[in-house]
């Protein structure tokens, strides 16, 4: 069975840093994509940054670019997302995805069909 488990949110003040941590279990990392997510209240889930195993390509939000940056563990499978100088609007609930996908559109929510239940980032001015 597939899970992803995310950790590491929380209340940080405006240009404070967090770690999220996603903990998968039941597939490796290799040959799939993966990505965090954000949803902020009353707002669609967005993708906040992204990274295809097949085309070795990473997307970031332009939101987000220069502050935040995705990595992982292979040998622990744990996905990361490190977030610095962090804004009000960055909050929301982050979510980790993966997918079996080795195309172009790592980016898009919809070819994510393995999802964590999230962890809340609140960030206050």
């Known amino acids: 069975e597939v899970q992803l488990v995310e950790s590491g949110g929380g209340l940080v003040r405006a240009g404070g840093s967090l770690r999220l941590s996603c903990e998968a279990s039941?597939?490796?990392?290799?040959?799939?994509?993966i990505g965090w997510f954000r949803q902020a209240p009353g707002n669609e889930r967005e993708a906040v940054s992204c990274?295809?195993?097949?085309?070795?390509?990473?997307y970031y939000s332009e939101s987000v670019k220069g502050r935040f940056t995705i990595s992982w563990d292979n040998a622990k499978n744990v996905l990361y997302l490190h977030m610095n100088s962090l804004k009000p609007e960055d909050t929301g609930v982050y979510y980790c995805?993966?997918?079996?996908?080795?195309?172009?559109?790592?980016?898009?929510?919809?070819?994510?069909?393995?999802w964590g239940r999230g962890t809340q980032v609140t960030v206050s001015s």
């Open positions: 995805a993966a997918a079996h996908y080795t195309g172009d559109y790592y980016s898009y929510e919809g070819v994510y069909n393995y």
């Open positions: 039941g597939f490796s990392f290799d040959g799939y994509a």
């Open positions: 990274f295809s195993r097949g085309a070795q390509r990473t």
